[in-house]
């Protein structure tokens, strides 16, 4: 029973890979995954799946109800940056005073600090997209790096690397370990610097290499939208210190004063609406930008969560716990195994926030009690668990592709350099310097 249990598990987790890869619903991929996992597993299917007991409906229960409302006001801080020009005037600025040679580490920077002040991930990529379409041509960088270059910006350093970020894979941590936001700073900063100083050098190598590639040219591939219009832009969009201005008090409210999460999101977005009003067409054009911001959140939300009950419904077999015995037993050094467990998680769930939910829900507090303080375990695993996780099944690397029209063939190996190999490299400097200050 046990070898026909594991079987079902991979066969589960393949039934994920195959759905995010061909863009299949990923919930009723979760759903068809918790069901093989719980009749190869010898559990009811039935009881597994549905009613108040059934462990994949608390699974996805438990994260949505922690989470949608972030999710959502994520979401809809996002969507008041796009639609107001507030992220092009602040790109647009920076770009023209450093000059077209800092283009690629502008667009990473600017699309970074968004994501660090609680701008979601896949929603980024439509927020950042139609600038990319402008400045890449402009500064020659070759499109087939958008993907690499883009992931960079918004799922890597931002994400779960700098201390105080307002992304899912720094909040998991603090909910589940106790921590704050700002956990292990010392360790979080070294990898965010690893990451800019290699991660941003190795794109300026590949564009200034494949500036005479026959593929490097926007016009060969099919972009998804418009082209913004820059003009009109210049003349509604809020000014530069305006457009920081809502980002910078989420920020501050949320790590200076401790102020609980949805309310400083929720700040950042009523501010945004205030400051934001005339760009956004005046009060009239509200409904409608809150609904579509709003309503960006939900899906994301519910994707992650389905993918979480699949890992419910996991924990509930017998080979589980062999599993868990196994994976623990790992003969690697303590902080490693963390982010061996933590990414190896992401990888197979192809999510990095329901990854990091399933592993430290897990073994959060094993991890704790071999010594290590919750603060680096969470730097550390919120670290891992944006490894793995970008895998070309994950969906945030699937839209990456499908919007900008690259191939795979062509450019997902800068996306694995960006966002897989060098992710999991930068918690080696983190690692080293624990081991020496402690």
Known sequence: MIIVSVIGILLAFGVLIFAAYRKISMFLASVLAASIVALTGGLDVAAEMVGAEGSYLIGMKDFVGNWLIIFA?????????????????????????????????????????????????????????????????????????????????IATFAMGQMPGSLQMQNIIP???????????????????????????????????????DPEAAIELYQVSGGILDEKELESRAPNFVISLIPLVVTFVLINGFDVELMYGLAAGCVLSLIFFCKALGGVKGFGDILSEGFNNGIFPCIIIA?????????????????????????????????????????????????????????????????????????????????????????????????????????????????????????????????????
Request: proline content about 4%.
């Open 73 to 153: 006001l994520g979401a809809l801080l996002g969507a008041l940056y796009d639609k107001s020009g507030a992220t092009w005037r602040i790109s647009s600025t920076l770009i023209n005073k450093a000059g077209a040679q800092w283009t690629l580490l502008i667009y990473v920077l600017v699309g970074g600090l968004l994501v660090y002040g609680g701008i979601q991930v896949t929603v980024m990529i439509f927020v950042l997209l139609p600038f990319a379409k402008i400045l890449f041509p402009k500064a020659g960088i070759p499109w087939y790096l958008f993907p690499g270059i883009t992931g960079l910006a």
């Open 174 to 212: 603090s909910q589940i370990l106790g921590t704050s936001l700002t956990a292990a700073p010392v360790e979080g900063v070294l990898a965010t610097l690893f990451m800019l100083i290699v991660g941003v050098g190795y794109l300026y190598w590949q564009a200034k290499k494949g500036r005479n």
């Open 306 to 438: 389905s993918v979480v009950g699949v890992g419910q419904v996991v924990s509930n077999t017998e080979v589980f716990a062999l599993v868990q015995e196994n994976i623990i037993n790992l003969p690697l050094p303590g902080l490693v195994k963390v982010a061996a467990i933590t990414t190896i998680i992401a990888g197979i769930t192809g999510s990095a926030s329901g990854g990091l939910t399933i592993a430290l829900n897990l073994f959060g507090e094993t991890f704790v009690s071999w010594g290590y303080s919750p603060e680096i375990i969470h730097r550390v695993a919120s670290i891992a668990c944006g490894g793995l996780d970008t895998l070309p099944w994950n969906g945030t690397v699937v839209m990456l592709f499908a919007l900008s029209g690259v191939s795979y063939r062509k450019g997902y190996w800068h996306v694995a350099v960006e966002t897989v190999i060098l992710p999991l490299l930068s918690l080696v400097p983190a690692i080293i310097y624990y081991s020496i200050a402690h």
